[in-house]
């Protein structure tokens, strides 16, 4: 009776004890579990970024410096082949006004982001490989200079005068008359970028080219073969822009297109077609076309073949 009894009595405390060590076994393990670091996974190899690729400047005018800030370029004011930036002003529009491709002014100018440009800032506007005070010198009107006496009339040339007189006035004119263009400059081939009716004349105070009217969706061409520099909306009065440069002389822009057929830096022949004609940022559907002579506007009508 006595055995059974301490028998009892020592089960239940082996009992207690395996159930002790069994919780403290459980409890390490939670332990272990809950303390463990977590693990990050970090990439093996190089990581590379790519650039952005490169898009047109949009409308935004050119920003109003900050009072007593030095701005890029203020050494050059004033010197030929440079353009001091005025109010008003985008890449685009000094590209246009100045016979060049914006991209070209983004790379000779070193800026970083083409819309941010700010009032005073003097940009380069001629390639940095040219004599600007040369180039400066080429006048937009390349039309032959006839030589003879102040008294003559009209078409009729002096026999008289010393070879020495001759020879003088020779060199004068010769002084005075501007660079000739490059060699081929001159020799473009030129075609009606539209077959509408003309709306409106050149007027270099109102109206700095033609206006052709038409039909929504009727062709507009190029005028003659060259490399689209820009193709977008982002000049102020002008819609839908297509701008094409023919060469280091001449550009040609068509304007308030209805859809453009044609990106930038793309190729283009004399009579593709370009884009449609349309009336963005217009009164009415028309095509407004210039042709810029180093920059400068010039009739369109004394360049294309005769209907």
């Not at 070193?110 to 003097?122: A, F, M, R, T």
């Not at 030589?147 to 004068?172: N, Q």
Request: aromatic share 4%; hydrophobic share 40%.
């Amino acid at each position: 009776m006595t055995q059974s009894v301490n028998t009892a009595v020592k089960s239940p405390s082996l009992a207690a004890t395996l159930c002790s060590l069994t919780a403290a076994a459980l409890l390490a393990a939670c332990g272990s579990t809950l303390n463990r670091a977590p693990v990050e996974q970090r990439p093996t190899g190089p990581v590379t970024t790519r650039p952005a690729p490169a898009t047109a400047p949009n409308a935004t005018p050119a920003a109003t410096p900050d009072a007593g800030k030095v701005l890029p370029g203020a050494e050059n004011a004033g010197k030929p082949g440079y353009y001091t930036i005025k109010p008003g002003d985008t890449l685009i529009r000094i590209g246009l006004d100045n016979g060049q491709n914006w991209r070209d002014l983004v790379k000779w100018n070193g800026l970083d982001n083409p819309n941010l440009i700010e009032v005073g800032q003097v940009l380069r506007v001629l390639p940095p490989n040219v004599d600007a005070a040369a180039a400066s010198t080429r006048g937009v009107n390349s039309a032959k200079v006839e030589t003879r006496p102040l008294d003559a009339k009209p078409g009729v040339t002096a026999a008289a005068g010393s070879a020495a007189t001759v020879g003088a006035a020779a060199s004068a004119v010769a002084a005075a008359a501007p660079a000739p263009a490059k060699d081929g400059d001159e020799d473009v081939n030129w075609a009606w970028p539209a077959s509408g009716n003309l709306l409106a004349g050149f007027d270099e105070a109102r109206n700095k080219g033609l206006a052709i009217g038409g039909k929504p969706g009727d062709p507009v061409l190029a005028a003659a073969d060259g490399r689209v520099v820009y193709a977008g909306s982002g000049l102020r009065g002008y819609g839908n822009l297509v701008i094409i440069k023919h060469n280091t002389t001449y550009l040609t822009a068509y304007a308030h297109n209805q859809t453009l057929l044609v990106k930038e830096d793309q190729a283009v022949r004399r009579g593709q077609k370009i884009a449609e004609m349309g009336s963005s940022d217009a009164d009415q559907v028309k095509l407004h076309f210039e042709v810029r002579k180093q920059g400068k506007p010039i009739d369109p009508a004394k360049l294309l073949p005769a209907r």
